[in-house]
């Protein structure tokens, strides 16, 4: 649901000069944690832009109420919807509404929702809609990781941070830096009990223990969310990463984190999450 009274006090402030300014730019990244208080935030710009009312933007003039109820035709939103990535075919309709010209307004807004999640083909086909394009728009990119943002993106766009600093909790922080969204990471819930059976699942991995084949199958179907199934996976990645440090450890872990580069290919490729943990399991029995 959007709300344009949940937004970045400070971002708006800043984003509502440069309209009087006429200085907006062509294109933003939006970074924050809470990527629903930015998103409200870029519905609250292109609400300022096209409101009627006296008290710019009141979210309650026709204008609003159609951006804010996702009808209006000059304000379009693209996002993972629920998926583990976003591809090419979610990107494909903005560059092609790129040579339309604002059907109601004189300047169309394109979001983009939980932009880490871009695979690299669509990331690619944003560029010429980031360059200075020709239709008058502006691009949102919404985000709670820029690092996750490729370089060449982030170059052609005015970054905004939201977070102003402040510093979620530590396993939040961890899952925020692996694009976990708010969202997902509430949807997740306690993790004690899984952490544990990750981790047992790592150990038998790691000694070539033919229990790791059952273990797999228990996460696989214990597993039904997508979050809770990029989760394992994560969890694995960071037990690896953490093996790193030690020396005894060091060619046996970065040996897994080669064989977990493997599943997330498997993964984009749409295998399943229980044959991709039997892949594992098989690999180091």
């Not at 304000?75 to 092609?96: A, C, M, N, S």
């Not at 807004?109 to 980031?130: D, H, P, R, V, Y």
Request: glycine share 4%; charged share 25%.
């Amino acid at each position: 649901m959007i709300d344009i009274t949940n937004v970045g006090v400070k971002q708006t402030q800043f984003l509502k000069r440069a309209y009087e300014q006429k200085k907006l730019a062509h294109s933003y990244l939006f970074v924050d944690s809470d990527e629903t208080r930015a998103l409200n935030t870029a519905y609250w710009l292109a609400c300022l832009f096209n409101c009627t009312g006296e008290n710019k933007p009141d979210g309650t003039c026709r204008n609003c109420k159609q951006i804010l109820s996702g009808n209006h035709p000059d304000v379009l939103l693209v996002g993972p919807e629920g998926k583990q990535t976003l591809g090419i075919d979610q990107v494909r309709p903005l560059k092609e509404e790129l040579a339309k010209s604002p059907v109601e307004s004189s300047r169309r807004f394109f979001f983009i929702n939980e932009a880490q999640k871009l695979t690299l083909s669509a990331a690619n086909g944003l560029l010429n809609l980031l360059e200075e394009p020709v239709a008058p728009v502006v691009t949102i990119l919404i985000t709670n990781n820029s690092d996750q943002i490729l370089p060449t993106i982030r170059s052609r766009t005015q970054i905004i941070n939201f977070d102003n600093g402040e510093k979620p909790g530590s396993k939040t922080a961890i899952l925020l830096e692996n694009g976990f969204s708010k969202s997902e990471i509430e949807e997740l819930g306690n993790l004690e009990k899984r952490d544990q059976e990750i981790k047992y699942f790592y150990q038998e991995l790691l000694e070539h223990n033919s229990l790791a084949l059952v273990s797999a199958h228990k996460l696989s179907e214990n597993a039904k969310l997508v979050s809770e199934q990029r989760y394992i996976l994560v969890k694995l990645k960071l037990l690896a990463e953490h093996d790193l440090t030690n020396v005894q450890k060091m060619y046996v872990a970065s040996q897994m984190l080669k064989s977990l580069i493997e599943v997330d290919k498997m993964r984009l490729s749409n295998v399943n999450l229980r044959n991709s943990l039997d892949y594992l399991a098989l690999k180091w029995k």
